[in-house]
């Protein structure tokens, strides 16, 4: 029993100090490949006290209650995932989180808001499927959708299940908002769509979104760390080198529209899923 | 401004930190409000790698509800006017405005035309005037970086009760 709170703290825990970090990390090296110093390491967390002390802003009730619940449902999944229950139920919960985050921005009459949370949209009915068929490629090995199973396994997911991860990378560009795929709610568009997504949340509700982003982050990395599950040390060196090819990627990249993410993200994402379901699973039935 | 001369910070540890965010998380809006875009090149070139502002923790945004800090650039005049009001309107406190350029110090050249109201503190308070026409990136850095050791001074619940009022 005090071993599941334990798991439960580390959970709560986890998003703030790996999440900042990780956002903190991707400032500087994006800073670096662009010839520049950067913010320090802490900045993510200076952004955050900032936005959460400032005056609050509140459109309607409806943007508030939203907020709370995106941030809510995120956390949970986190807690969760590290509580190790079932692969399904943690994605479910995910897909709530991000649900809500729309219907905050849909409850704005702004048109930047609007356009927004329609490209979220757009953006969350690429990645759900894809990440259902990662699930699924992990039930198939494992045999179990249930994380306890997944980490006793004893060979690592990513020696069997390959391009799964090259699928599960796709949906981690488009969560962490990058480009190409950043299209919904881009830091840098503000000449397109101001800030789309979040262009009527400010001040506080702003920065529980952000903490809400952290969490996110930290999930869909753990989720990266699952194909390596052999210790803290493995799934770290995964999901750090998954973190550092989306940064790598977003420098690399300009910002694709919709129908480039819905073309490339489903044709991609589908075929490698059905390549490696069909190749590591042709002979096992 | 030097170390010794910096204000000393009030409040327990929470209003500190509070203070030092807001210090080190400024995230600026800038407004050509009818400058000759000498001034925003200006504005412009400091978030470069050659001066590299995200280094401070500066982030332009497009955004006023967003937004710590009002770079305004120009002259108002009888058409911008509601515009440079709702703009400040928006952005949640605590706010800053810095002034930059002639232009909208005074209204610089264009002082006595028909149509020119004057400097942007004919509209909204200026907590902030950049000479220089246009100034350089360097005075430019250096006037927002004055405007943040004032957010530093106050207590936290009073800037934001401050900054409240329409003007």
């Given at each position: 029993m005090s071993d599941l709170i334990l798991r439960g703290v580390a959970g709560l825990l986890a998003?703030?100090?790996?999440?900042?970090?990780t956002s903190g990390l991707d400032r500087i090296l994006t800073a670096r490949l662009q010839a520049r110093q950067g913010p320090?390491?802490?900045?993510?967390?200076?952004?955050?006290?900032?936005?959460?002390?400032?005056?609050?802003?509140?459109?309607?009730?409806?943007?508030?209650?939203?907020?709370?619940?995106?941030?809510?449902?995120?956390?949970?999944?986190?807690?969760?995932?590290?509580?190790?229950?079932?692969?399904?139920?943690?994605?479910?919960?995910?897909?709530?989180?991000?649900?809500?985050?729309?219907?905050?921005?849909?409850?704005?009459?702004?048109?930047?808001?609007?356009?927004g949370a329609h490209r979220e949209l757009l953006q969350i009915l690429v990645y759900e499927p894809l990440l259902f068929l990662v699930?699924?490629?992990?039930?198939?090995?494992?045999?179990?959708?249930?994380?306890?199973?997944?980490?006793?396994?004893?060979?690592?997911?990513?020696?069997?299940?390959?391009?799964?991860?090259?699928?599960?990378?796709?949906?981690?560009?488009?969560?962490?908002?990058k480009s190409p795929f950043d299209l919904s709610a881009a830091t840098h568009a503000h000449q397109e769509l101001v800030r789309g997504l979040f262009t009527d949340f400010s001040g506080p509700l702003l920065g529980l979104i952000e903490i809400a982003h952290w969490y996110e982050t930290v999930l869909m990395l753990a989720f990266c760390g699952l194909f390596w599950a052999g210790g803290l040390l493995p799934m770290t060196t995964l999901a750090l080198a998954a973190v550092m090819g989306v940064i790598l990627m977003d420098n690399a990249t300009a910002r694709l529209n919709w129908r480039w993410l819905l073309g490339y993200g489903w044709l991609a994402g589908m075929t490698l899923s059905l390549i490696n379901l069909i190749w590591h699973f042709r002979g096992a039935g | 401004m030097s170390i010794e001369q910096r204000p000393r910070r009030c409040g327990g540890w929470l209003e500190r930190l509070i203070q030092h965010a807001r210090v080190r998380s400024p995230w600026l809006l800038h407004f050509d409000c009818g400058s000759c875009n000498g001034c925003d090149i200006e504005v412009l070139a400091c978030l470069t790698p050659l001066y590299d502002v995200e280094r401070f923790g500066i982030v332009n945004v497009g955004n006023?509800?967003?937004?710590?800090?009002?770079?305004?650039?120009?002259?108002?005049?009888?058409?911008?006017?509601?515009?440079?009001?709702?703009?400040?309107r928006q952005m949640a406190a605590p706010k800053k405005v810095v002034a930059?350029?002639?232009?909208?110090?005074?209204?610089?050249?264009?002082?006595?035309?028909?149509?020119v109201i004057g400097g942007i503190d004919r509209i909204i308070p200026v907590d902030c005037y950049v000479p220089g026409c246009p100034p350089r990136p360097e005075a430019i850095i250096d006037g927002v970086m004055r405007v943040l050791e004032r957010f530093g001074t106050g207590h936290p619940k009073e800037d934001v009760a401050k900054g409240k009022g329409i003007p």
């Open positions: 998003g703030p100090l790996l999440g900042g970090l320090p390491l802490q900045q993510p967390y200076y952004d955050v006290v900032k936005l959460l002390a400032k005056e609050l802003v509140v459109v309607n009730a409806w943007q508030a209650f939203c907020v709370y619940s995106h941030l809510f449902a995120t956390v949970l999944a986190v807690v969760l995932f590290a509580l190790q229950a079932d692969l399904l139920l943690i994605l479910f919960t995910e897909a709530v989180g991000a649900v809500f985050l729309v219907m905050g921005a849909m409850a704005s009459t702004s048109p930047y808001s609007q356009i699930a699924i490629g992990i039930y198939l090995e494992t045999g179990s959708f249930r994380l306890t199973a997944v980490f006793q396994w004893p060979v690592p997911l990513i020696t069997q299940l390959p391009l799964l991860f090259g699928v599960l990378c796709l949906v981690l560009v488009i969560k962490l908002r | 006023p509800l967003h937004a710590d800090l009002l770079l305004v650039t120009g002259t108002v005049n009888r058409r911008n006017a509601r515009v440079l009001a709702n703009l400040y930059i350029g002639a232009c909208g110090l005074s209204g610089g050249i264009f002082r006595e035309a028909d149509n």
